[in-house]
């Protein structure tokens, strides 16, 4: 009883999550020649490019306004958030369905973009969004990685935010010789408040060699960090590959502020990758009410050949 009224008490302490950050400036060399004219993340996981599952995660979230990190050639993101007025007064006079533009509409001011002019790392990514996050906590996602799950990952983690405040990361587990590609956190106490999915971070390293370590729980691409990080940022070394890593500033933050790791309840599917970015797009087609029962069929044909 003591324990659940604190922690209600302390949801009124902790500063909201509105703001959100995607870094959207990578070049997406891993799908060329497809990503030649076309930002990564606008290619579709069906009929919604891949960075909407993000924008639309946030939002489930409450998230409010949207920073994008973006780069030369990326200019179509933002397109995609704006009004197309040929496109719409031509869809209004034929008397189409509007309804499927819904999720591309932004609240004047709401979206916002910054550019990194030089891809030094996620860190430097992150940094290049300083004085728009200003002193607010904010949240970090990853587009290539598409969370699927009711709630979805960044509200699983706005609500533990609200019980424990500080920064929170959202983890997974992969097998042993997967981690070095991920950061991997060093885990401490999982606390019972969330059913064992809140684990206390301890360390954190980004892309170990397998046998170093620390655990296989990698970061998965969702982040709630405090707006010290900008500061952390700012005098950070270059860390694996030659790149500013976010990662190594969160790591010189622990013991100053509270670290949290939250294991997403839903599914995580890896659109960085080409056999991933296929799993995403079977999987979600095949949980569709409009076209499941179809691609069911199609699957098992192709199957059983
Ligand atoms: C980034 C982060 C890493 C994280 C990963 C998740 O790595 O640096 O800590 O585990 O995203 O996708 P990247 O994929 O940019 O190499």
Redesign the pocket.
């Given at each position: 009883m003591a324990r659940a009224f604190l922690s209600r008490q302390s949801m009124n302490t902790h500063k909201p999550i509105k703001k959100a950050v995607f870094p959207v400036a990578?070049l997406g060399t891993r799908f060329l020649p497809a990503t030649k004219a076309i930002p990564k993340e606008l290619l579709p996981v069906i009929d919604r490019p891949l960075i909407q599952y993000a924008v639309d995660e946030a939002r489930e979230a409450g998230i409010e306004q949207m920073i994008f990190v973006t780069g030369r050639g990326k200019t179509a993101i933002v397109e995609n958030f704006d009004i197309a007025f040929e496109l719409e007064s031509t869809m209004a006079e034929r008397g189409k369905d509007m309804s499927v533009l819904e999720p591309t509409r932004f609240t004047p001011g709401n979206l916002i973009t910054v550019r990194q002019q030089v891809p030094l790392g996620?860190g430097h990514a992150i940094w290049c969004a300083r004085a728009i996050v200003g002193d607010d906590p904010f949240a970090i996602l990853?587009p290539?990685?598409l969370m699927v799950g009711k709630p979805g990952c960044m509200k699983q983690m706005v609500d533990a935010y609200n019980e424990v405040g500080g920064n929170l990361i959202s983890v997974l587990e992969v097998p042993q010789d997967k981690v070095s590609?991920?950061?991997?956190i060093a885990p401490g106490a999982t606390l019972d408040m969330l059913d064992g999915t809140l684990t206390e971070v301890k360390g954190l390293v980004?892309?170990p060699p397998v046998d170093q370590a620390p655990s296989n729980k990698?970061?998965?691409?969702r982040y709630i960090l405090q707006p010290a990080v900008m500061r952390t940022l700012e005098g950070q070394e270059k860390g694996a590959?030659g790149e500013i890593?976010?990662?190594d500033a969160m790591a010189r933050m622990i013991g100053e502020q509270p670290f949290h790791a939250v294991t997403f309840g839903g599914k995580r599917y890896?659109c960085?990758s080409k056999t991933g970015f296929v799993e995403a797009t079977l999987a979600i087609a095949l949980e569709r009410e409009d076209m499941g029962t179809e691609v069911r069929a199609i699957a098992e044909r192709l199957l059983a050949k």
């Open positions: 990578g996620l990853l290539d990685e590609s991920y950061g991997v980004e892309k990698i970061i998965s691409g590959g890593q976010l990662t890896d960085g």
